[in-house]
């Protein structure tokens, strides 16, 4: 066999995604394109799925692009001649508790803000749909009608054959060995039957994509597992158009399968697989049977059921998938190297989501951008430490059963965890510390009272923290807190050119005198929001800017790549210093008792970073908040920060200072609506629709990017707008994604929410569209209401902050 000596783009990997990413890129008019598989067309994992094509997800651009798909596959037979199998005979989910059906409730009002059509069932209405289930123990359930189901071979070989009659080579039984790059992109790959030169490669390799992006140095954090379902023969009752059905409580799900059922399942804790290596002869393979392991999902399937108990198993599956540390995809263009592109670690949702994230995949290598935001299944979520092989293995004993588990809110993994620490850590710990786990980092996310263990016990409701963060959160407003903030991403740019990049980069004015902090966002060409950062002057060629420690793969990412040509270095220091937050109206009168630095608002205003003595430490002392309140926080030297911590604590004890966690700082924040990226801001919200444009300066003499289309936008109403919510009613609670109603029309929905312990309610925000413009007198004029689990809450609308709108105890 021969290969073409070039090719604009290499696909490795012929399943569903990488079929997909042929055929999408043939759509965009891309000929040559060359896709390799190391032996045959969904041979990997592809070809053993279970094919349910559900259409709900996460957020409202997964969701889109799962329903492109289910659109797609109903239309593919009659593009390419070839059939695949799909219909629509929607799915049922149930709820055994109601803590289930709360679940489902929410989801239910999430799917009416994503389009999704879906309808809330009683059990007996549930039954009626599946008569074949028992329903005395069941609370209820959901419906939703558009849900389908596929054949994943056929379905896979349209995409082939589609992506083949648009010009695409597919090449089988041709195995990568290697990635070339060259200056830090990719430049070809080697195979079996050699060498191809190519401008981009996509890594569709399935459960072999960790080792595929090892040879391009590109962390692809996965790793295999056994899945098991197994197919009865066929059965009195069942048909062709009987829904999918879902029993999370039970682990299970179950459709039909040419007269009988197909059952299979996410047993809470799994089979991690693959670890010495996957054979190289692995294709249309299966793995021994385990029906000890498959036994507590036959339990459930019986119970759910029990006609099951007498039907003879026909065949059972043990297939191998591919699952990623907090069980969502990888996608996108890696940091590491560019024109990288992965598709991968889809956890079971493949053929659901494959058509979708195919497309996105060819929009973004065409456009050179992503085609909308994508952050929640962005590769550049992830970090290299997420590669190391015990920490996969271990998180997947886990992950695969986090599909079917309940989604609690503040729920923290289990496993692979103490992997990044503050040095403060031990001591925070003896203080009570509940830790969470945020890019590796164990961070304290409350403080038990002492006496009681410091665990969650999760709910929908107020959870067991609830009280010690409400203390928290109140010592902050009252008195001072003290926050462990060392997880910050913290990055150091200088160079002849480290002024020019930063002010295009930068949609605030960073041109700033040394010693000034600038809050600022960094822009895409469509004013969307990439990076939402400080960045301090610390001379005049060098800055320090500080991040969350979410996006810091993401942030150093954009930046890195916007100052690749430029006269910049730019360094990850976040290791080199402890972050103490030290926040609250008796803040200056603590740090006071430990140095010399005159701190009062004349010689240290608001946004200043100077160094200072404190305590026995040299820190950088940066007065800038998250919690709307005057305070610092302290970057010291790693060696240095114990005794500094400590000289803190002592110093503290009579002016009330408490330890505080990252859910007194949400609620905190939430109080004086401070977005979150990620979650109020994102690639498609510009800075004035976030009600940032006092951050924008439009008059400065570089133009940075993004500029012209927010001139454009500030000359008519906005149409799209962060407004924030209270409820009136003290009792719910706001997490995301509730719908917002005007007059009840739908307008939008939740982005972010909190308790706020200073009003004694829940607060949100989120975007509210209007096409005339959401306007003062649009908010002021209507009757707002919040949907919570299907039911509806009153809420009050500003665009103002609740608490301090005008700033003046930040300033104080």
Request: hydrophobic residues 40%; glycine residues 10%; negative net charge.
């Amino acid at each position: 066999m021969t290969v073409p000596s070039h090719a604009r783009v290499v696909v490795v990997g012929g399943g569903i995604a990488g079929c997909s990413v042929a055929y999408h890129l043939t759509k965009l008019g891309w000929r040559d394109v060359v896709l390799l598989e190391r032996r045959d067309i969904s041979c990997g994992t592809t070809w053993h799925a279970a094919g349910l094509v559900g259409q709900l997800r996460a957020t409202q651009n997964l969701t889109r692009l799962a329903k492109y798909g289910a659109d797609l596959y109903e239309t593919l037979e009659a593009e390419t001649g070839q059939a695949t199998g799909f219909r629509r005979p929607g799915s049922v989910s149930l709820a055994r508790t109601p803590e289930r059906m709360h679940e489902l409730k929410r989801l239910a009002s999430m799917a009416r803000c994503f389009g999704v059509e879906v309808e809330v069932v009683t059990p007996k209405e549930a039954g009626q749909r599946w008569p074949l289930i028992r329903t005395d123990d069941l609370v209820g359930g959901l419906w939703l009608p558009r849900d389908g189901r596929t054949n994943p071979i056929d379905t896979t070989l349209a995409l082939a054959k589609g992506a083949r009659l648009g010009g695409a080579t597919i090449l089988e039984n041709t195995a990568v060995a290697g990635i070339h790059v060259r200056r830090g992109a990719v430049a070809g790959v080697s195979t079996v039957a050699g060498d191809i030169a190519c401008e981009v490669v996509v890594n569709c390799a399935g459960m072999w994509a960790r080792d595929l992006g090892r040879l391009a140095g590109v962390a692809v954090p996965l790793h295999a597992s056994e899945h098991f379902y197994i197919v009865t023969e066929p059965m009195a009752g069942v048909t062709p158009d009987l829904p999918v059905l879902r029993d999370p409580d039970g682990y299970i799900y179950v459709r039909e399968e040419v007269g009988g059922l197909l059952m299979g399942g996410f047993e809470p804790v799994a089979k991690p697989w693959g670890m010495q290596g996957i054979p190289e002869s692995f294709a249309f393979s299966l793995l021994p049977e385990d029906w000890d392991h498959f036994q507590v999902m036959m339990e459930q399937a019986i119970l759910r059921i029990p006609s099951m108990e007498l039907a003879p198993v026909r065949r059972h599956v043990n297939g191998p998938e591919s699952f990623t540390p907090d069980g969502r995809y990888l996608l996108g263009e890696a940091p590491e190297c560019r024109n990288f592109f992965v598709a991968a670690g889809f956890n079971s949702i493949g053929i659901a989501s494959g058509a979708g994230a195919g497309k996105a995949v060819a929009e973004w290598i065409a456009g050179g951008e992503p085609p909308m935001d994508l952050w929640d299944v962005d590769i550049r979520r992830v970090a290299p430490f997420q590669t190391n092989p015990r920490y996969l293995h271990d998180r997947t004993v886990e992950m695969v059963g986090r599909l079917y588990a309940m989604h609690w809110p503040f729920q923290q993994p289990a496993t692979a965890r103490d992997v990044r620490k503050s040095v403060l850590h031990d001591r925070l710990a003896a203080r009570g510390a509940c830790f969470g786990a945020v890019m590796g980092w164990e961070r304290a996310n409350w403080y038990a009272r002492r006496g009681t263990p410091a665990e969650y016990r999760y709910s929908w409701g107020r959870q067991n923290w609830f009280d010690d963060s409400a203390e928290e959160h109140r010592a902050v407003r009252d008195a001072v807190g003290l926050f462990d903030q060392s997880s910050f991403c913290k990055l150091r740019l200088e160079g002849p050119d480290a002024v020019a990049v930063l002010q295009r980069l930068c949609a605030n004015d960073v041109d700033v005198p040394v010693g000034r902090i600038v809050y600022t966002q960094m822009l895409n060409a469509h004013g969307g929001i990439e990076c939402d950062l400080t960045v301090t002057r610390l001379a005049d060629d060098a800055y320090f800017i500080v991040t969350g420690a979410s996006v810091s793969t993401h942030d150093t990412d954009w930046i890195r790549r916007a100052t690749r040509d430029a006269r910049v270095v730019l360094t990850d220091v976040t290791s080199g210093a402890a972050v103490l937050g030290v926040m609250g109206p008796r803040s200056r009168a603590l740090l006071a008792r430990l140095t010399d630095a005159d701190l009062s608002n004349g010689a240290f205003p608001y946004l200043t970073s100077r160094e200072i003595w404190l305590g026995a430490g040299r820190v950088r002392a940066s007065r800038v908040t998250y919690v709307g309140e005057l305070g610092w926080e302290l970057y010291v030297p790693t060696d240095h920060a114990p005794g500094v911590y400590d000289a803190l604590v002592a110093a503290g004890e009579d002016l009330g200072l408490r330890h505080a966690g990252y859910h007194a700082m949400d609620s905190l924040r939430i109080e004086k609506a401070y977005r979150s990226w990620g979650h109020d801001l994102g690639s498609e919200d510009t800075p004035l629709e976030a009600g940032l444009g006092f951050a924008v300066r439009f008059d400065k003499r570089v133009p940075f990017t993004g500029r012209d289309v927010l001139l454009a936008q500030r000359e008519k109403p906005l149409a799209r707008r962060l407004v924030v919510f209270t409820l009136e009613d003290p009792e719910p609670l706001l997490y995301h994604d509730e719908p917002i109603l005007r007059d009840s029309v739908l307008v939008g929905r939740i982005t972010s929410g909190a308790y706020g312990h200073t009003f004694g309610r829940a607060i949100g925000l989120g975007y509210v569209e209007h096409a005339d413009g959401v306007t003062d007198a649009f908010i002021e004029s209507g009757r707002w209401e919040l949907e919570i689990a299907c039911e509806r809450h009153l809420a009050r609308a500003q665009l103002t902050p609740p608490y301090d709108p005008k700033s003046l105890r930040v300033r104080s």
